[in-house]
């Protein structure tokens, strides 16, 4: 009997397993690298009390080729805040307007009935921008004023094991993220200072990757009251 089926089983899916582990539950995981998601092998690691969790990036087709095999299951999906404007963002916030492959996978698995844990950047010890500055990879887009939630990986994998287990949960969509989101200039300071690493260079905002030009701050504090999640890293400070 398998009590978590992780579908893509990459970072966020490892720490999902890690700790599912810990506390006593059997996992099985899928990799995108592995081979495809066929029915056949779905259906031989579902039982009654199997959880989804649903992990991989949306591609147009897996999505709807998967959903109908596993609805009527519990299902946890990981999505991302990518689907709200800039500004702060919770769960009365409407969500963006253009149709997009994250909105497209999202209506599928709601549709199947599935807990949307929509999320910022995934960090943790080996990944993130405290990785990148140090590395002398990393650069700051505009004047860096821009805020950024975050939410480390250890927190994620505690908020959708959380949606395992509480029945009030079932079927909503939650915003998640750090409790207190920082400037990029806060972050890079931050990480200068911990690693005694020169500040990295401002380029001009267009010259960044999309995902670091957005002015966005989570409030995820329903989630949190809702599964009665307390974070561990409650701000990119205290990682």
Not at 51 to 59: E, L, M, Q, Y
């Amino acid at each position: 009997m398998t009590d978590l089926l992780i579908l893509g089983q990459g970072y966020a899916g490892s720490a999902i397993a890690r700790l599912a582990e810990k506390r006593g539950l059997t996992t099985f995981g899928t990799r995108r690298r592995a081979g495809p998601l066929t029915a056949e092998l779905l259906r031989a690691h579902l039982s009654p009390g199997t959880h989804v969790i649903v992990c991989f990036p949306p591609d147009g087709a897996t999505d709807a080729a998967v959903a109908p095999i596993i609805a009527g299951h519990p299902i946890t999906y990981l999505s991302s805040t990518a689907v709200y404007g800039d500004g702060v963002i919770d769960d009365t916030t409407p969500l963006l307007d253009a149709p997009s492959p994250r909105r497209d996978a999202e209506k599928i698995w709601q549709d199947a009935g599935a807990t949307i844990l929509r999320c910022p950047a995934i960090y943790g010890p080996d990944r993130g921008i405290h990785i990148r500055v140090q590395a002398g990879d990393f650069r700051i887009g505009g004047d860096g004023n821009n805020f950024t939630s975050r939410i480390h990986v250890e927190d994620l994998a505690q908020l959708v094991l959380a949606t395992t287990q509480v029945a009030e949960a079932r079927g909503q969509a939650f915003v998640v993220g750090d409790a207190h989101p920082m400037t990029q200039n806060e972050i890079c300071e931050k990480v200068a200072l911990d690693y005694g690493v020169p500040m990295p260079p401002r380029v001009p905002l267009d010259q960044v990757h999309y995902t670091l030009r957005h002015d966005r701050r989570v409030d995820g504090s329903r989630a949190l009251r809702i599964l009665g999640v307390t974070l561990q890293y409650p701000s990119f400070k205290t990682r």
